[in-house]
């Protein structure tokens, strides 16, 4: 059955049409499931990294007010320096903080929601960070698209100074409440 016949049969429901669009991949899904060894060396590193966090006693809001404000300047800086070694450092150093921040949040998350809301958080969570995935390299290649040189640098900058700018007003980002005070509520 094509896309158009699921479509047609379905009244356009775009939750059917994306099934049938999905369809032909459920096949590959265990290779594309399988686990690849740079990801687990990358895990290593975040849990060594957040454990490092914890004992020098960097606080939660600090780590991800932080991160937000060097991927700002890293990324900024990147519009400065020459291509090859230097930039490729600059990029290291912004794909290494991401994945650190995130584990900070998600795990703090998962540690404040109620046992039986962590399945639905989640959820949630795989959910934004796959519409995520999506939409980032979508709007990463309009901006290479439409600029070029130092200033896709520059206007990528400003993407990560306006959420750094939303995360440093944030009450709720800037001080996270200790867990002792979520589990006694």
Do not use: K
Request: hydrophobic content about 50%.
């Amino acid at each position: 059955m094509s896309v158009i016949d699921t479509a047609s049969r379905t009244g356009g429901r775009a939750s059917s049409v994306a099934a049938a669009l999905l369809l032909p991949l459920v096949g590959r899904v265990p290779v594309m499931a399988a686990p690849c060894r740079m990801h687990a060396s990358i895990d290593r590193i975040t849990v060594s990294l957040a454990d490092w966090t914890r004992e020098v006693g960097l606080e939660t809001p600090v780590l991800v007010v932080g991160f937000s404000l060097v991927v700002t300047a890293v990324t900024g800086g990147m519009a400065y320096v020459p291509g090859g070694l230097p930039l490729g450092l600059l990029f290291g150093l912004a794909a290494f903080l991401a994945p650190a921040a995130n584990t900070t949040v998600l795990t703090y998350q998962l540690l404040a929601a109620p046992e039986g809301m962590r399945g639905r958080l989640s959820g949630i969570s795989g959910l934004s960070s796959g519409i995520a995935g999506v939409v980032g390299p979508a709007v990463g290649s309009a901006v290479v698209s439409l600029t070029a040189g130092p200033l896709t640098f520059l206007v990528c900058a400003g993407g990560f100074a306006l959420v750094a700018l939303i995360t440093v007003l944030s009450p709720s980002l800037r001080r996270f409440p200790s867990l002792d005070t979520v589990h006694s509520s």
